[in-house]
């Protein structure tokens, strides 16, 4: 079954320090993949996408994520954390153009919280 | 921007009632969803809406209806509010099915109604 697994429900990191989230998928081809943000009370803003191409993709706010076919991966970075990243965190994917309507399957999500 | 509106931020219903969640997107998108937000579930698919009068079920449907009678507007339907179904939900929408790789930017999300009832 196709599936996306975020493994960290929560991660707490100090102002200034490198953030990673860990985003994993299993589907048959490789899918396309998405980062989202939501701020508290908010609803979803996207970070960045991969469709093909360049594993490296840049996104807003600083943030980047590098896909990984050999480990099923596509995990998000920042080098430096600002108080303002404080936020869940969603990884989203979809099957390549053909059978899917567009829906996105959506991971369980990581809670970022910034310490001082 | 693309802009996908909810029509209420916060609701209170009683168990029993008939509740009407809606949602409007301003940039002629053929597709338009409904989740649910839990915490550790992430979002779950209730339904989602590929063109003015169709509709396809998604992961949770049960309890929930839906209606898009119009392009631009989706509507969540809770036939018999139960305590179960308090929840965040969210709307969102995205350009449709005829889209070619990489020019589906994925989904623009509303900010969410925040539904309890009690």
């Known amino acids: 079954a196709q599936s996306v697994t975020q493994p960290d429900i929560h991660i707490t990191v100090s102002e200034g320090a490198s953030l990673e989230l860990r985003c994993n998928y299993s589907y048959g081809a490789t899918p396309y993949l998405f980062w989202y943000v939501q701020s508290p009370g908010q609803g979803l803003q996207l970070l960045l996408k991969y469709f093909s191409g360049d594993t490296l993709v840049q996104g807003i706010k600083g943030f980047e994520a590098e896909f990984k076919r050999s480990q099923s991966s596509f995990n998000l970075r920042k080098p430096s954390v600002h108080w303002s990243d404080a936020a869940e965190y969603f990884c989203a994917a979809r099957p390549p153009r053909s059978d899917s309507w567009g829906k996105l399957q959506f991971g369980a999500g990581t809670q970022v919280v910034v310490t001082p | 921007d693309v802009k996908v509106t909810q029509s209420s931020r916060y609701l209170v219903k009683r168990t029993g009632e008939k509740v009407f969640l809606e949602c409007v997107q301003d940039m002629d998108h053929e597709n338009m969803f409904w989740y649910r937000q839990d915490p550790g579930l992430g979002l779950r698919l209730i339904y989602f809406s590929y063109d003015v009068k169709m509709k396809e079920k998604g992961d949770i449907p049960e309890g929930y209806s839906v209606s898009r009678e119009k392009k631009e507007r989706f509507s969540l339907i809770l036939e018999s509010a139960s305590t179960n179904q308090t929840s965040m939900y969210l709307c969102?929408?995205?350009?449709?099915?005829?889209?070619?790789?990489?020019?589906?930017?994925?989904?623009?999300f509303g900010s969410g109604t925040r539904l309890t009832v009690v």
């Open positions: 969102a929408s995205s350009i449709g099915f005829r889209d070619v790789a990489g020019e589906n930017y994925g989904y623009t």
